[in-house]
């Protein structure tokens, strides 16, 4: 078997095209979306994922706003900037990018963050109304990788109504909220969170129709444990030296040749990543949409 691709990039250009409608019928009624980045440290990484967000906000209308603090910026002077943001009205959401450097409380640094600011949908508010509330009422912000992973399996067309899901990883991002989407009555899939901890991985993942691979260890989902069919989305991020090109490259949570077994592959790079950034768009343009009365 090989694989069908869950492509991303696709997928995002087809988001950002519905997007950029909306952003002119928003402009038109005088509203103007604008979304604020705040990038602490010089990690190249980091700085390479803002730089997307702002070529995305310029390709479908969005005004950007950056914030660029040095690596040794404290508590306070990051806290301060998101005062700002908080306040400034050109900022209709913002997002700090994650990791921050250490000896910074990221989670004060999220909480900080107005929830209906919040383009990342991270905040202990919003993630509480994910828990708390049923679809229909839910009217703030939802975390963008687990959205960019469920519309990409929809748009495919992969089943997940009654679905075993197993997710890979912990992480505040991705592991963690993904369940609560999943398990809504719509797409009412059944989930299985493993990490780095869980003591027979193999097993769990041999059940799944569909394997959400985030922990950040290259290579841990292999193709032994994929059962033949299934949907694999790699969303690992590992920068591994390759003696070839004597670089750092990017490397995914799930082995090349996992694409002879699975029914479906999103491949790293081209697969979640690209959706994350559209969500994330999305997140921006549905706040200005309530804000504006138009939802
Ligand atoms: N505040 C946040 N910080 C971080 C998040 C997040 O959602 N919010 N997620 C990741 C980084 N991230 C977005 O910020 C992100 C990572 C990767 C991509 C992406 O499009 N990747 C490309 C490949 C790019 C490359 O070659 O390096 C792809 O997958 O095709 C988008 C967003 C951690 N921090
Ligand atoms: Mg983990």
Redesign the pocket.
């Known amino acids: 078997m090989s694989a069908v691709v869950l492509d991303?990039?696709a997928a995002a250009a087809a988001v950002k095209a519905d997007l950029t409608e909306r952003v002119t019928a928003l402009r038109a009624k005088g509203v103007v979306p604008g979304l604020g980045t705040v990038l602490v440290g010089e990690d190249p990484?980091?700085a390479?994922?803002v730089r997307?967000?702002h070529r995305d906000c310029a390709e479908v209308g969005i005004e950007s706003i950056r914030v660029e603090l040095p690596a040794t910026a404290t508590q306070a002077e990051i806290e301060s900037e998101i005062d700002r943001l908080n306040a400034d009205p050109a900022c209709t959401g913002f997002?700090?990018?994650?990791?921050l450097p250490s000896g910074i409380d990221a989670n004060r640094v999220l909480e900080a963050v107005a929830p209906d600011k919040d383009a990342?949908g991270?905040h202990p508010t919003n993630l509480g109304r994910l828990v708390l509330r049923v679809r229909e009422e839910i009217t703030s912000p939802l975390p963008?990788?687990p959205r960019g992973v469920i519309d990409l399996l929809l748009r495919h067309d992969v089943p997940l109504d009654g679905a075993e899901v197993v997710v890979v990883g912990r992480g505040v991002?991705v592991g963690r909220p993904i369940g609560l989407l999943l398990t809504r009555r719509h797409p009412n899939a059944t989930v299985t969170l493993c990490h780095t901890g869980t003591k027979d991985l193999s097993e769990h993942l041999r059940r799944a129709d569909v394997i959400v691979a985030a922990a950040g260890v290259p290579g841990i989902v292999t193709r032994q444990d994929v059962k033949p069919g299934a949907a694999v989305l790699d969303v690992g991020?590992s920068r591994v030296f390759d003696e070839a090109t004597g670089k750092n490259e990017?490397t995914g949570d799930v082995a090349l040749d996992v694409a002879e077994v699975a029914g479906f592959m999103a491949p790293?790079?081209?697969?979640?990543?690209?959706m994350?950034?559209a969500l994330?768009l999305t997140n921006v343009v549905e706040s200005a949409e309530r804000a504006a009365g138009l939802r």
Request: aromatic share 4%; charged share 15%; hydrophobic share 25%.
């Open positions: 991303g990039r990484g980091s390479s994922y997307g967000k997002i700090v990018q994650l990791p990342d991270l963008c990788t991002t991020v990017l790293n790079p081209g697969g979640v990543g690209p994350t950034r994330l």
